[in-house]
């Protein structure tokens, strides 16, 4: 996979998230060009992205794509990540139901519901380690 395919973002930066049901934009990670993501889809490729959440309420981390209301999101669960530590999540793209991967426009974006920081580093698509599907919450 090339550089630019695999949209490697290498950051390591604090925001403070505003909750998402206040009627602002999700945090993200675009340059504005649509791609198709079809094809990494069927080889077994993760999101991976490092973060540390520093926040009382619920995380998302989903990818979004053309249209007004064209996103997927997971839910990142205590069990996923704790709370103030950095932790590495990966989530099969396969588990983004309802996304047109063909036309994906930010292959990372952050939601959150409640006060707080996420810590976010290395976000990047990696090769699925275990050959097994990893959606979080499961």
């Known amino acids: 996979m090339s550089r630019n395919r695999a949209w490697i973002i290498g950051l390591r930066r604090t925001r403070s998230c505003s909750p998402i049901d206040d009627g602002q934009s999700p945090v993200d990670f675009t340059d504005g060009k ?3 993501y079809m094809r990494e889809s069927n080889a ?12 009382s309420g619920r995380v998302e ?5 053309e249209g007004e209301d064209c996103a997927a ?8 990540a704790k709370a103030g530590e950095w932790t590495d999540i990966r989530v099969s793209l396969i588990c983004f139901t309802g996304l047109d991967l ?3 426009t930010s292959p990372f974006s952050l939601r959150v519901a409640g006060p707080g920081t996420v ?3 290395d976000v990047r698509f990696a090769e699925d380690a275990d050959s097994k599907e990893t959606c979080l919450g499961e």
Request: one cysteine or more.
């Open 34 to 36: 649509a791609r198709n």
């Open 44 to 55: 077994d490729i993760e999101l991976a992205v490092t973060l540390k959440p520093d926040i």
């Open 73 to 80: 999101y997971q839910v990142l669960s205590a069990a996923d």
């Open 102 to 104: 063909d036309s994906v």
């Open 61 to 65: 981390i989903g990818m979004r794509c």
């Open 119 to 121: 810590a976010v580093s």
